[in-house]
């Protein structure tokens, strides 16, 4: 074994180390300062993990350090036996990071918090497995073909998906939260990563002082944009609205008052106008969860549900804000007012006390032919 390779597999080991410990303490810090946030719905015990995975993918990284070194101290790193643990090893990291994503607010809508897919890509990973352990098997792990290991190609074409996720996802989130220049980072971060993957299929990619370099580098960088994540996430559950705190009164139709007293939101008067279907969503909302009791408190928003798409709750709140004219740091959110339960699935997040319909406006409503099925929640 190389000093290069050697000074490269112990940094793997211990910054990977590094970094999945002060994650999972993050996490557990965050878990305890936020518990009533993050677990604000008994019913669906909604707990996020998607900081525990990516430290537990960090830990995977470790052992997969300590997995290269023993190989080369031993003299099997050229063995099928290396190999295989080398791709085993690369699908549970896979795995983990696909589990964390499920947890990413701004992830592509058919990963967050949509287990149907999750597990289609799960099984995905399996079969990407048995397909590499099979060629491993027949071929023998260290054929080469053309300067391309053949056993190392459908890892890294799962390892491409894959950072195609991290990296709409990391991006998406970073500028959200108005940090523009780190989420060009992390996309450059993520790219770097998967660019560190290749010279496990093409052998003649780089040389082996530069590839080890480049591998340092991606994963100290993405232990670094992880860290940032975690810090953002913090900030974000500590400005987020308690539910017991918001009170909202429809007093007569498209006018509500609304108060948010942790964004300096007090008895503020939104008048809709002429933006009924807004008015009319946020009603609707309302009554499910004054009157309505567990899963019919929430409304399905899908093609097929009752509200056909998201945007519709997207403006609703950019509407609030535009109307009350709010400043940056005062600016709602989706999840400020609305949770989402899971499978296309929201509810309002204020407690059932604290929302107040006028008599006659409600009456009113629910008369009306095309909302017949609310005078149930109301009787």
Not at 162 to 174: D, E, I, K, N
């Amino acid at each position: 074994m190389s000093e290069v390779t050697e000074f490269s597999l112990l940094s793997h080991i211990f910054i990977s180390f590094i970094g999945g410990v002060l994650l999972l303490a993050l996490w557990f810090y965050i878990r305890k300062q936020f518990k009533q946030i993050l677990e604000e719905d008994s019913s669906q015990k909604r707990v996020d993990k998607g900081l525990l995975y990516l430290s537990l993918a960090m830990f995977v990284w470790v052992i997969s350090g300590c997995w290269g070194y023993a190989s080369h101290q031993f003299s099997f790193s050229e063995s099928t036996l290396y190999q295989v643990g080398v791709n085993l090893l690369s699908i549970i990291n896979n795995l983990f990071l696909l589990l964390a994503l499920f947890y990413f607010y701004y992830a592509p809508k058919f990963i967050y918090n949509n287990k149907r897919n999750v597990l289609l890509i799960l099984v995905l990973i399996v079969i990407t497995s048995i397909a590499t352990f099979g060629i491993s098997y027949s071929l023998g792990a260290t054929t080469i073909s053309e300067g391309i290991k053949i056993t190392g190609i459908p890892d890294l074409i799962l390892s491409g998906f894959l950072c195609y996720l991290l990296g709409v996802s990391f991006y998406r989130t970073f500028a959200h939260r108005g940090l523009s220049i780190i989420a060009i980072i992390s996309t450059f971060v993520i790219l770097l990563m998967f660019v560190s993957q290749l010279s496990g299929v093409f052998v003649n990619f780089g040389n082996d002082f530069s590839n080890n370099l480049i591998k340092i580098i991606a994963k100290t960088s993405l232990i670094s944009i992880f860290l940032v994540l975690a810090t953002t996430w913090a900030i974000r559950l500590a400005s987020m609205p308690k539910p017991n705190e918001i009170t909202i009164k429809f007093i007569d139709w498209s006018i509500v008052i609304i108060s948010i007293p942790s964004k300096n939101v007090f008895d503020k008067t939104i008048d809709f106008g002429s933006k009924t279907t807004q008015f009319k969503n946020l009603l609707k909302f309302a009554i499910r969860r004054k009157y309505s009791e567990g899963d019919t408190q929430s409304i399905n928003v899908s093609l097929g549900g009752e509200i056909k798409n998201q945007t519709y709750l997207s403006r609703i709140i950019d509407n609030i804000n535009a109307i009350l004219q709010l400043e940056k740091a005062q600016q709602l959110e989706r999840r400020d007012l609305l949770t989402f339960i899971g499978e296309g699935k929201y509810r309002l997040r204020m407690i059932p006390t604290n929302i107040e319909i006028d008599p006659t406006l409600l009456s009113e409503f629910v008369e009306n032919s095309e909302n017949k099925a609310y005078k149930t929640f109301c009787d």
